[in-house]
């Protein structure tokens, strides 16, 4: 008998024991046992059937004492994860106090329903097949000697009935078949597009770019004159917009899509004339796409690397080729290359035979680098992440766990990508709190990459311009290695930063958002054909609406928040639990119907742009306007091809994006998040800056930033403003020194919320006094401080408490959390949640 160890999906601290009947231990036909380790089963947990993953095998010398229940069936016909993982598993469990089965749901992809179909698919050559058969073949091998392979449906149909099976599992025996594990849909097929590309060097110079009629006029002209060839005007507008473009993009071959975007439909007409008369070729570029059908702009390789990029890579590509557990610390301005840092070291990494693993904040974001990876690594990329749906994430996923697609990129949960050795892992932006999941399964996909390549022994690159405070900290002690990168790409320089001080009188007299130093830059830039970017990190019309007879503000009848105006629905709306009502209401305190709208958000911001500056074209990019990714990826698009003057946004257009015109940055009101009680609010606020500011000058022209601010002096602003990280780590290191906070110490936050206030209150205080006593009789270095009510201390119906743990060791820290866990059942209430939250990224 074989017993099988399974992690069930349940709320379990342990594994459960149980046996592989002798059905399922020979039901395998034919091909190949799969192993067992990383099957999802299906098993009796009480009366209830449930999924678990096979996580161990048990000696079957080992005898249970108990009566030992059989799994019922396997899910899936072959392992969803290799058992490598497993010891990874284990400790993240453990670390996060989360129950295994749970750990590996989340790790596993969503709705794992369909069941992955078989292929039938010719092994040996055609001829081989046909020995085997001294008479007639039967039709549905007749179609595999022809074509290769069966049709889904069609292996179906065969593997379906019993004669045909048996036939099957002898030639599968004989290897002149094998069974291929498809996906459930069919994989995407290569696709490319038309392109042209100039035939003649000399053509006159575009102008500039605008396109103007006179300039076209004038252009046709020179071409007549100094080429001698008569060209309409169509024709002559399509060839200048070639030229333009081939510029913009540094490729000579501009793709017909692109031309038509620019100058029409007629396009297409006038590059046929333009080929009649030998002024330009045609060629097929392949086109990359997402899973989603997009299409992405091809990067090519860069001739040479700048200095800094090769030192950077003279450390990491050894440490790559040596297989060993090497984390680095990349702290490179914005604009200095990184990306290209990674792509280097993916290559080694897949030359030296081993996988490649990028996790980047949000996977919305991060659609340049996308376009990197399929530029440079085509179909052996997958991505994984929450925007695909269920299928298509299981084909993704597929694809990685089969070994056929080997560089994986993907938001958060990627770090548990089925890659079977990742050689390399990289972290973009790094700082980012995204990756901290915030709700059940409390695990940070930074702190997991660093993990996970220790256990694969592999290298690990936490990259970002502003890294936080706790990664650095880590490099100054040794812990990981610190390389740096100072120069922008082409010796651009980083934007100048003035600051406007909104403390003023006349500022506060000013009653627009926007002061007048930044609106004469937005004209002059407006003037200039260039780009802006106006920052303004909270989404909605106004912060708040007040009652202007009593003051209160109107809040959510779930959450103790203030409710934001959404003018463009009418909706007051909940950003905490999405609760929405309509925009015309009544105050709850002494039913007055005189509400005003105080403080601003982007919608209001864009709202007075149009009003100021009426010519110009606008877009505003938020988690409202963004919730469909193809209207996002049009946005960025119309960035790309000037086809926005002016960008409003919350912190989603702060990062990544590399739009070369973009020479202006407003930041409008640079204080909104330094007021939370968050010891990170200031750090967080510095990150936001720099990373904004690093939006402007990264084309040719250099950029400039203007920082609209309440707190001037405050230092995380004046060190942002002067480009100066390091000077802000030191301080915040100081800071973080009395009271202590990390990275001095590690922190767990007990949170406690249920309905009722009496109720959470009662338990918060028994477990603060639990905390403290165990502290006391095993002599643990913790603080324990609280209870007390968190700053949110109510969302969802819930209130919350929370009890907050201090400590430097981190085994103490756990064996607290055992030991408070262990006594639940004594602590009551049970109608309340004890939630464990380990290294809290978010305080609120
Ligand atoms: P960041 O460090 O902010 O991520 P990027 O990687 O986006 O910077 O690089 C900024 C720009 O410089 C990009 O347009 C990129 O294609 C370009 N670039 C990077 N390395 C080189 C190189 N070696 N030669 C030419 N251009 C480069
Ligand atoms: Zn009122
Ligand atoms: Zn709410």
Redesign the pocket.
């Known amino acids: 008998m074989t017993y099988l160890e399974v992690a069930v999906t349940a709320p379990l601290e342990h594994t459960l024991t149980y046996s592989l009947p002798a059905r399922l231990e020979n039901g395998e036909s034919g091909s190949e046992k799969p192993g067992l380790i990383g099957r999802r089963v299906l098993v009796w947990l009480g009366n209830r059937r449930v999924t678990g993953y096979v996580v161990g095998l048990q000696s079957p010398a080992v005898q249970p004492a108990y009566q030992v229940k059989e799994i019922l069936e396997f899910s899936d016909d072959s392992p969803l994860f290799h058992e490598n993982l497993v010891p990874f598993y284990r400790w993240v469990a453990n670390y996060y106090h989360y129950p295994l089965g749970l750990v590996m749901k989340t790790a596993l992809p969503g709705g794992l329903t369909t069941r992955s179909q078989k292929k039938l698919v010719l092994a040996t050559d055609g001829e081989s097949l046909a020995a085997h058969f001294p008479e007639k073949l039967p039709e549905w091998l007749e179609e595999i000697k022809a074509h290769g392979e069966l049709g889904l449906r069609e292996s179906a149909r065969v593997l379906a009935d019993k004669e045909s099976k048996k036939l099957v599992g002898k030639l599968l025996k004989s290897k002149a078949l094998s069974l291929e594990i498809a996906l459930s849909k069919d994989a995407v097929k290569e696709k490319s597009e038309t392109c042209y590309a100039i035939t003649r060097e000399d053509l006159p110079l575009p102008l500039n770019s605008e396109v103007l009629p006179e300039a076209i006029k004038c252009y046709r002209q020179d071409i007549s004159n100094e080429l001698g060839i008569m060209v309409g005007l169509a024709e002559a507008r399509a060839l200048y917009t070639l030229q333009q473009l081939a510029q913009d993009y540094h490729d000579k071959a501009v793709s017909l899509k692109d031309l038509r975007s620019h100058c029409g439909a007629g396009a297409s007409q006038a590059m046929a004339k333009l080929l009649e008369k030998g002024l330009v070729v045609a060629s097929k570029k392949r086109v990359f796409r997402t899973p989603f059908g997009e299409q992405f702009r091809y990067?090519p390789r860069?001739?040479?690397?700048?200095e800094e990029?090769n030192a950077v890579l003279s450390s990491i590509l050894p440490a790559i080729k040596k297989a060993v557990f090497t984390p680095f610390l990349l702290h490179?301005?914005?604009?200095?290359?990184?990306?290209?840092?990674?792509l280097q070291a993916a290559e080694a990494s897949l030359a030296a035979g081993r996988d490649v693993l990028i996790l980047v904040p949000e996977i919305a974001l991060a659609t340049?680098l996308e376009a990197?990876l399929l530029s440079r690594f085509g179909d052996q990329v997958v991505l994984l992440h929450s925007g695909l749906s269920a299928p298509e994430r299981f084909d993704q996923f597929s694809l990685a766990l089969t070994g056929k697609a080997r560089v994986v990129i993907g938001a958060r949960s990627a770090i548990f990508a089925p890659l079977k050795d990742p050689g390399l892992i990289v972290v973009?932006e790094e700082h980012d709190s995204s990756y901290k999941q915030d709700d059940s399964f409390r695990y940070h996909g930074r702190d997991l990459a660093v993990l996970r390549a220790r256990h694969h022994n592999s290298v690990v690159i936490l990259?970002s311009?502003t890294p936080s405070i706790t990664s650095y900290a880590h490099a100054q002690s040794g812990k990981y290695t610190l390389l740096t990168?100072t120069e922008?790409?082409?010796s651009r320089s980083l934007p100048a930063v003035r600051l406007v001080d909104l403390n003023t009188k006349q500022a506060k007299d000013h009653k627009k958002i926007i002061q007048p130093d930044l609106l004469a830059k937005l004209h002059e830039n407006l003037a200039g054909g260039r780009q802006s970017i106006l920052l303004l990190n909270r989404r909605g019309f106004s912060a708040v609406v007040l009652c202007r007879d009593c003051g209160t503000p109107v809040q959510c009848s779930h959450c103790h928040v203030s409710l934001t105006l959404h003018k463009g629905k009418n909706q007051l709306v909940c950003h905490y639990c999405g609760f929405t009502m309509h925009g015309q209401t009544i105050c709850m305190q002494c039913r007055s119907t005189d509400l005003v709208p105080a403080g601003f958000g982007t919608e209001r911001v864009e709202e007075e742009v149009r009003e100021l500056l009426p010519e110009a074209r606008l877009t505003r990019l938020d988690s409202d306007t963004a919730s469909d990714r193809k209207k996002f990826l049009a946005t960025l698009a119309d960035m790309h091809n000037g086809k926005i003057d002016i960008l409003i946004g919350t912190q989603m257009i702060a990062k990544?994006h590399?739009f070369?015109n973009v020479t202006l940055v407003g930041v409008l009101w640079a204080d909104g998040g330094m007021s939370m009680p968050d010891f990170r609010a200031a750090e967080k606020t510095f990150q936001l800056l720099t990373q904004v500011t690093?939006r402007a000058g990264?084309g040719d022209e250099p950029g400039e930033v203007i920082i609209q601010t309440m707190r001037p002096n405050h230092y995380a602003i004046v060190y942002a403003r002067a480009h100066q990280y390091d000077k802000m780590f030191d301080h915040e290191m100081k800071l973080r020194k009395h009271p202590v906070f990390p990275p001095f110490v590690r922190l767990i936050v007990l949170r406690l919320q249920g309905r009722v206030e009496m109720d959470v209150q009662g338990l918060a205080l028994r477990v603060a006094r639990l905390c403290r006593k165990l502290v006391e009789k095993e002599k643990f270095r913790i603080e324990v401080l609280g209870p007390a009510p968190s700053p949110l201390d109510k969302i969802k119906d819930k209130y919350r408490w929370q009890v907050l743990l201090k400590g430097t060791d981190t085994e103490e820290l756990h064996a607290l959390c055992l030991a408070v866990k262990a006594e639940r059942n004594t602590l009551q209430q049970r109608d309340c949640d004890l939630i464990i939250d380990v290294d809290p990224e978010n305080m609120m």
């Open positions: 990067y860069p001739e040479r690397l700048s990029q490179g301005i914005t604009g200095c290359g990184k990306t290209e840092v990674y340049q990197h973009d990259g311009a990168m922008r790409v082409g990544g590399h070369p690093g990264r």
